[in-house]
């Protein structure tokens, strides 16, 4: 489209000193702009399309300039013939050059295919030129075997050259890809971006199916402790069989030594991302999600192992099996309590573990091991979070963020935003107890007391599906058109 603008833009300075216009010749160019115009906002949206529709873009892309050409360079021809001048008709020739080699630089092709089509394009002017000599008794006339055979000898050529270049460049896009393999996986496009790795979109080679890769960052992956962390996640992940949980496929190391794990790949937002779009949440929908999530926590319990990092960004709203609002609970940094003051002991060199923002008072400090209410207690600041769009305490540095949850007692959510029940307040101020022994006790306690506000009941499935239905039904679309080549 900007070549076709830039060609035009010099068409319309030079010809109009050069004598008469030709209106079709400038119709027929700004439709061409149109076109490859309207075509390149179709893909710019970035929405996935079908193989077919691709190929359909494609030769309406080099067919309509290719038609344009044959067009000027028939009636080009048959100028130059009525003067006896058909020597001068490779004047169109470096047009068709240029399509030819813009096809098979830029488009990802086989060189099989790359060949067909280079030859259509290439056998195009030879057959224009034949066309005119069977058609108007003045090109006949002016016809010179030599010229034309010159003219053959150079498509030809620029055919092979193309086609040759197609293949190169096939092989390098090839082998670029290639490298962003894992195993049997193939990386798609990156995700998100933490602390300890990169998450991608990919798919198995075979199954294709779509999955999410996290790979530790090439900048962490000379430190011990960062991959021991990060192995320990996978491990431990891994052992955990709740469908709230994230699921863990595979994990392994690729040929460069850069470890992955392979995870279940859930359309749709975190909480964070919830909250950030559509503010804060009805009051029912808070009690329907956390309950998922202490049944989440409490399978990690009762194997003896906390979450340590809970937050709405590490809590995802997704759609499973034609159910909305399924709660998957991921980036699970576990430990096992026993293991806890060891840990405690690397925080120095490894950085603060968790969250300033949704971090306990004993997490803060470190005066005492951190155990499962500590999870209940970041789990309270989620749910204050999700109520009133902002977490229980801020400030200026992640310090004041600490001395606030170790010390400041923390505002009641209804007095942010209106529409709080009280008995789930009380849970809220409950689950933010400074002391551990004030708090829930165990995420079933929590869930039980959840599941007896009065509007437990008040978000349905329906509910669920209805508002994804209205707000943000695109983001629970996995592209499983997008496939890599």
């Known amino acids: 489209c900007g070549s076709a603008s830039l060609f035009l833009a010099i068409w319309l300075v030079i010809v109009p000193h050069a004598g008469s216009v030709n209106y079709w010749q400038l119709t027929a160019h700004c439709a061409l702009i149109l076109i490859t115009g309207g075509v ?29 050409v044959a067009v000027l360079q028939f009636q080009h021809i048959n100028a130059l013939a009525e003067n006896g001048r058909f020597t001068s008709s490779a004047a169109m020739i470096p047009g068709w050059f240029i399509l030819i080699f813009v096809y098979g630089m830029f488009i990802p092709n086989t060189w099989r295919r790359a060949a067909l089509d280079i030859g259509l394009l290439a056998a195009t002017p030879i057959a224009v030129i034949a066309l005119s000599a069977a058609t108007h008794e003045s090109v006949q006339e002016a016809f010179r075997p030599v010229t034309f055979a010159q003219i053959c000898g150079m498509m030809i050529v620029g055919a092979v050259a193309a086609t040759y ?66 192995e320990r996640e996978v491990r431990v992940t891994a052992t955990l069989t709740h ?25 749709g937002m975190t909480l964070a991302q919830l ?19 202490c049944d989440a926590l409490g399978d990690a319990h ?38 806890e003051t060891r840990i405690r002991q690397r925080i120095a060199q490894d950085g603060l573990a968790g969250s300033p923002l949704y971090m306990s008072p004993e997490q803060a400090t470190g005066d005492s091991p951190s155990d499962r209410r500590s999870d209940l207690y970041s789990l309270g600041a989620v749910m204050y979070f999700l109520l009133t769009g902002r977490p229980p305490f801020v400030g200026d540095s992640a310090i004041e963020a600490l001395v606030a949850h170790t010390y400041d007692p923390p505002v009641p959510p209804s007095e942010r935003v209106t529409g709080v029940p009280a008995d789930l307040e009380a849970i809220v101020l409950k689950c933010l107890a400074k002391h551990p022994g004030d708090r829930f006790q165990t995420a079933a306690e929590l869930a039980d007391a959840l599941a007896a506000t009065a509007i ?14 209205g707000h943000a039904m695109s983001s629970l679309r996995p592209e499983l058109s997008e496939r890599v080549a």
């Not at 971006?193 to 960052?217: Q, W």
């Not at 437990?456 to 239905?469: H, P, T």
């Open 165 to 230: 270049g197609a293949y190169t460049v096939g092989s390098l896009r090839h082998e670029a890809f290639e490298a962003r393999r894992f195993g049997e996986y193939r990386l798609r496009r990156l995700i998100s971006s933490g602390g300890m790795g990169d998450v991608y979109l990919a798919e198995h080679r075979l199954l294709k199916r779509p999955c999410a890769i996290k790979v530790i960052r090439s900048s962490r992956s000379a430190e011990p402790l960062a991959v021991e962390r990060f």
């Open 40 to 68: 390149g906002a179709r893909l710019s949206t970035g929405d996935p399309m079908s193989l077919r529709a691709l190929r359909g873009l494609q030769v309406v892309v080099f067919g309509a300039p290719a038609l344009y």
């Open 456 to 469: 437990a009941e008040d978000w349905s499935r329906c509910d669920a599906e209805a508002w994804w239905q």
């Open 275 to 293: 909250v950030d779009r559509h503010g804060p949440l009805p009051a029912a929908r808070v009690v329907h999600f956390m309950r998922q999530v």
């Open 302 to 339: 009762r194997i003896g192992l906390i979450h340590r990092d809970l937050k709405p960004g590490n809590i995802m709203a997704t759609e499973r099996g034609g159910v909305f609002d399924v709660m998957k609970v991921f980036d699970f940094g576990l430990v096992k309590p026993e293991e």
């Open 243 to 267: 469908w709230n949980t994230v699921e863990i496929f595979d994990y392994g190391r690729a040929t460069d030594g850069t470890f992955y794990y392979v995870m279940e790949y859930l359309p």
